[in-house]
């Protein structure tokens, strides 16, 4: 089931730096029929566009080391994709500075869902017929529920502990950029201090795990990869 009158299912890009925002839109969009894909930060956004297309980003202002305006502004010298802009600013002048720097409408947080949905329906009127041999990039080979700690890999079921499916979502969100191991231990344990030995062994044990489940040989990993402060998805496909 599609929300948009047309009956076209969108590709969505959803960038916001908080995670009950990723998860509840994530939630809606998927409800509505659409596939979407999260990042957690500007500079992980911008990394995914490119390797990724979509028809439709929604997109926060108010974010870490890269804000939303700048990532905008950077978005519009490599797609033409429309953005929606998703903050807690109402104010008259970010919103007029976001419609000249490219963005296609704004919505205030917070906002009931159903006003979102419209919005997207709105902006997907003007796209370009889509063109159904385009390919749907790498997400649609890697479907995650957090909900029962499941992932759908190119059609096949694997099964995931919760820990791992935190990590493995984290690392999603951050799809081809390094995410250091004090992230990936916040996003599996929490915030409990432990010591920096401890914190590193969990890390790792865990996404040896991980690797086991997904990749061809773990002893030479190609999805998840180590970098020199953490680990990086880069999925086929």
Not at 22 to 39: C, F, P, S, W
Not at 79 to 91: F, G, Q, R
Request: include cysteine.
């Amino acid at each position: 089931m599609s929300s948009t009158k047309t009956g076209r299912k969108l590709r969505i890009l959803l960038v916001d730096d908080d995670a009950d925002t990723r998860q509840l839109v994530t939630m809606i969009i998927e409800k509505a029929g659409h596939k979407i894909q999260t990042a957690g930060h500007g500079q992980a956004a911008l990394t995914l566009l490119e390797h990724e297309t979509f028809d439709i980003i929604l997109l926060d202002i108010m974010m870490p080391e890269v804000d939303g305006l700048n990532v905008l502004e950077s978005i519009r010298r490599v797609s033409t994709a429309p953005v929606i802009m998703l903050t807690a600013l109402s104010d008259a002048g970010i919103m007029e500075q976001s419609y000249f720097m490219g963005a296609d409408d704004y919505i205030v947080k917070p906002f009931a869902m159903s006003k979102l949905l419209e919005r997207i329906d709105r902006v997907a009127r003007t796209l370009p017929p889509q063109d159904t041999a385009q390919p749907s990039g790498w997400s649609s080979h890697y479907q995650l529920n957090l909900e029962n700690n499941t992932l759908v890999r190119g059609g096949i079921l694997i099964d995931l502990n919760p820990t791992e499916a935190r990590l493995l979502s984290c690392l999603m969100d951050n799809v081809y950029s390094e995410v250091p191991i004090a992230t990936l231990y916040e996003a599996g344990w929490g915030g409990e201090v432990l010591p920096q030995r401890t914190v590193q062994a969990l890390v790792e044990n865990t996404i040896r795990s991980l690797q086991n489940k997904l990749e061809e040989d773990p002893q030479k990993p190609q999805i998840i990869t180590r970098t020199e402060n953490g680990f990086c998805f880069i999925p086929e496909g």
